[in-house]
C-alpha cells in the first residue's frame, strides 16, 4: 500500500523565485492538506483540497497558491520567494468523512532552502 | 487564535520508565485530538487519536483526554531509547465539513539507555 509521496526531497532556492512542490496522496485518499514547519516549530496548515478546489486556508500570503488533479495528487506554488520561506514542506493526505473525524497522513516532506 | 500547548522539553527519562507527554488547547469546541511522533529531519508520523474523555490505549502507549481542563495527554511505558524524538500533539477543527489540524511546537523526549 503506497504511502503518501512528495518531490522533490530537496530544493534550494534564491530569493523572488518560484518553486513547485509536489504530493501524491495514500491510496484510497482524496483531500490533501498542506503544511509548512519551520525550525523548532509545530507545522502550520497553509491549505487544503478536496474535489479540486481550496476548501480551507491558514494564514499564509497569496504567494502560496496550490492545485489538485482528478488522481487527487496535488501542488504547492509560492512565488517571490523570501527566506522566511525556508522550511520543510509536509503533504497529507486523508480520506473525507461526511461526519467524524479525518487522519491526516503525512509524507516525507520537502526541505526548501531560500538563499 | 486557536492555540495548543506544549512544553518544549527536552524530557530526559531513563529506559523502561514511563513518559509522560502534555498538551494543553484553547477552544472548548474541539473534538478531536492526534498525537505524532517526529524523528529529527524526518516527517510526522502517527501514533493515535483520541476524541472521548478518558483513557485510550494502543500497545506501549495511552492517550488520556479531559474536555472540561482541556487537556491532553500521551503516557508511553517502557520507554525505549528508539522513542526519542519530538511528540507533536494536534487539535483537529472541523470547519464547513473541512478538519484541519493546529499542531503545538511539539515537546523533545530523550530516553537514556
Known amino acids: 500500500d503506497a504511502g503518501v509521496t512528495q518531490s522533490p526531497t530537496h530544493l534550494i532556492k534564491t530569493r523572488g523565485q518560484q518553486v513547485t512542490l509536489r504530493c501524491s496522496p495514500k491510496s484510497g485518499h482524496d483531500t490533501v492538506s498542506w503544511y509548512q514547519q519551520a525550525l523548532g516549530q509545530g507545522p502550520q496548515f497553509i491549505f487544503q483540497y478536496y474535489e479540486e478546489e481550496e476548501r480551507q486556508r491558514g494564514n499564509f500570503p497569496d504567494r502560496f497558491s496550490g492545485h489538485q488533479f482528478p488522481n487527487y495528487s496535488s501542488e504547492l506554488n509560492v512565488n517571490a520567494l523570501l527566506l522566511g520561506d525556508s522550511a520543510l514542506y509536509l503533504c497529507a493526505s486523508s480520506l473525507r468523512l461526511r461526519s467524524g473525524t479525518d487522519t491526516q497522513y503525512f509524507g516525507p516532506g520537502t526541505r526548501l532552502t531560500v538563499l | 487564535q486557536k492555540e495548543v500547548e506544549q512544553n518544549s522539553g527536552p524530557l530526559s527519562v531513563p529506559e523502561g520508565a514511563i513518559a509522560s507527554l502534555n498538551c494543553t488547547y484553547s477552544d472548548r469546541g474541539s473534538q478531536s485530538f492526534f498525537w505524532y511522533r517526529q524523528y529529527s529531519g524526518k516527517s510526522p508520523e502517527l501514533i493515535m487519536f483520541?476524541?472521548?474523555?478518558g483513557d485510550k490505549e494502543d500497545g506501549r502507549f495511552t492517550a488520556q483526554l479531559n474536555k472540561a481542563s482541556q487537556y491532553v495527554s500521551l503516557l508511553i511505558r517502557d520507554s525505549q531509547p528508539s522513542d526519542s524524538a519530538t511528540y507533536l500533539c494536534a487539535v483537529n477543527e472541523r470547519n464547513s465539513g473541512y478538519s484541519t489540524l493546529t499542531f503545538g511546537k511539539g515537546t523533545m523526549l530523550l530516553v537514556s539507555p
Open positions: 483520541i476524541y472521548s474523555n
